[in-house]
């Protein structure tokens, strides 16, 4: 019988690492293999770096730990719940734990920054009001609360990035997944972006982050898991 | 329960945004599910008025039994007992001849005519009713009057509101066919302006689900956009309905006439109305939901 985990849960109930990966494969159609034979676990408020060069198979372990994608081979526990024998329906209420700071932002460009911003809450049942508040208070600690009618097609590249913080941080999860923040955003911003989610860190979200650039582990206290051609390196 | 209300609540205004941020061709799906509609409503709406007409006209099947010209009082009496006798017989009426050409006198333009005449050609005549009006009393009656002595002829008076009727009846059934099938394109067209709209909402489905959306709530604001498609297209139906029940009735008012009796349509009654209604924004419904989960489908398959 499968937990419905909430919105706000944080802490798992049991001894068991938030989430567990062991003996994971993942081969994409055409034979292409991600991920060989990777086993990990990360624990609830860890602040975790996965380095690794593009194509070593960072953004493949973080949709997997997001339960966006499926193992070919092992499995994923997440909070003690094997992914894999989920139903579907309780895997929508699995991915509200995660916050997830897309590469590409995937910003929804036909609605404000505000109502981006929105969209989690409003998918959580939140009421207006009260969501309305929260997503203020979540642009407002991106520094972007100036900009809330604005539409993100007229935001520059590092300000839609915020904005996808904003929404991965809105409804308060307890995991924040983020992939490659600091890809094109020069030195100063992208300090100020990593600065974000070690404050994140601090009030105790678990932040996993997968970046090849090696600044981003010199400038936080993060436990580092190396990643080549799909395997743990280090 | 609250949050489900309040999603519902979100669905419905998504739902009216997308309506109006594209009046024109909103307004086209409307009006081709309007026509859709309207069609086999109006056509209904025609038939079983007509249908209420002729059953007014044959409440009572008569039937008219016509003595031979040759005929004279005894034979007449002769009759009359058999009727009496016959237990089916509800009541009967008996017209002389004299009488009866004295009635066709009093009808306008007919009296030049008949004063031409030399001698009375019509024949005393009974007119008859019989209990229960069954349609099987009534033909078994008609044969053994045929047979009696001195009967000219047998008419049963409402054989022609019975072949009106079964033509009506004809007519339901096709109204019922073609309704089924501009219902099943009510389905079809709404089915495809959601497509449409999936298409162009993909980003967003996409989104949503990543970020935990359930099915239901992605499913609700095209769900409500389908039904409420329908019902403007119900909407735009009665009055399209009503518009030309009101255009027809002045040439039928006239023609009525001429037949000397009156007729005219009524519009949509209000229970029909509300069920118009309920159907297409039901119709539409259903077209979404179809739509919407084939889609889902597909999206989650990918």
Redesign the interface.
């Known amino acids: 019988m499968a937990r419905r985990p909430t ?1 706000r849960e944080s802490a798992p109930p049991s001894a068991s690492p938030l989430i567990s990966l062991s003996h994971v494969f993942k081969r994409y159609l055409g034979g292409f293999e991600a991920l060989r034979d990777v086993s990990l676990a990360i624990e609830s408020g860890e602040l975790v770096l996965i380095m690794g060069h593009s194509g070593a198979g960072k953004s493949t372990l973080l949709k997997l730990m ?1 339960a ?1 994608e499926r193992p070919s081979a092992g499995t994923v526990l997440i909070s003690g719940q094997n992914v894999a024998k989920l139903r579907p ?1 309780a895997l ?5 734990r ?1 916050g ?1 700071v ?1 590469q590409d932002h ?1 910003l ?3 609605r404000s920054v505000f109502q981006n911003v929105l ?2 809450l ?7 009001r009260d969501a309305a508040r929260r997503a203020r208070a979540a642009l407002d600690k991106v520094e972007l609360l100036a900009k809330e009618k604005a539409m993100p097609i007229t935001l520059s590249g590092g300000e839609q990035q915020r904005v996808c913080i904003a ?1 991965a941080v809105v409804h308060r999860p307890a995991v924040l997944l983020v992939d490659e923040p600091t890809g094109n955003l020069d030195e100063a911003y992208a300090r100020n972006i990593v600065e974000l989610f070690g404050a994140f860190h601090q009030v105790g979200v678990t932040v996993v982050i997968a970046t090849h650039d090696r600044s981003v582990a010199e400038q936080l206290p993060a436990r580092i898991i190396q990643l080549g051609q799909g395997r743990i390196a280090a | 329960m609250r949050s489900w209300l309040r999603d519902h609540g979100r669905a419905l205004r998504d739902a009216i945004t997308r309506l109006t941020a594209s009046p024109m061709a909103s307004l086209l799906s409307v009006l081709v599910i309007a026509i859709a509609l309207s069609l086999p409503v109006g056509l209904y709406l025609g038939l079983s008025q007509l249908q209420s007409f002729s059953r007014q006209l044959s409440s009572a099947p008569q039937i008219s039994i016509f003595l031979a010209l040759d005929g004279d009082g005894s034979d007449a009496a002769a009759i009359e007992q058999k009727l009496r006798a016959d237990p089916e017989v509800g009541s009967y009426r008996f017209i002389a001849r004299a009488q009866a050409l004295s009635d066709l006198k009093r009808s306008a333009g007919m009296s030049d005519v008949l004063d031409n005449l030399k001698q009375n050609p019509l024949p005393d005549a009974f007119v008859v009713t019989t209990r229960g009006n069954r349609p099987e009393t009534l033909e078994r009656l008609r044969d053994e009057a045929k047979a009696w002595p001195k009967v000219g002829h047998v008419q049963l008076d409402s054989e022609w509101a019975r072949r009106l009727d079964a033509a009506l009846r004809f007519g339901r059934t096709a109204v019922a066919v073609l309704g089924f099938l501009l219902a099943a394109a009510l389905v079809a067209i709404t089915f495809n302006t959601i497509r449409l709209q999936i298409l162009t909402r993909r980003d967003e489905i996409e989104v949503s689900k990543l970020i935990g959306a359930t099915n239901p709530f992605i499913r609700r604001p095209f769900l409500w956009f389908g039904a409420l498609q329908g019902l403007a297209g119900g909407v735009l139906a009665w009055i399209i309905v009503a518009l030309a029940v009101h255009l027809l009735n002045r040439d039928l008012i006239a023609l009525a006439a001429l037949y000397s009796v009156s007729f005219r349509l009524a519009g949509l009654s209000l229970p029909d109305a509300g069920s118009l209604l309920g159907w297409s924004a039901l119709l539409g419904w259903l077209g979404a939901w179809l739509s919407v989960t084939r889609h889902l489908w597909q999206i989650g398959k990918q």
């Open positions: 919105q997001a966006i329906a929508p209420f699995l991915r509200r995660f997830i897309f995937k929804l460009y036909d969209l989690p409003q998918i959580a049942g939140f009421e207006r929404r």
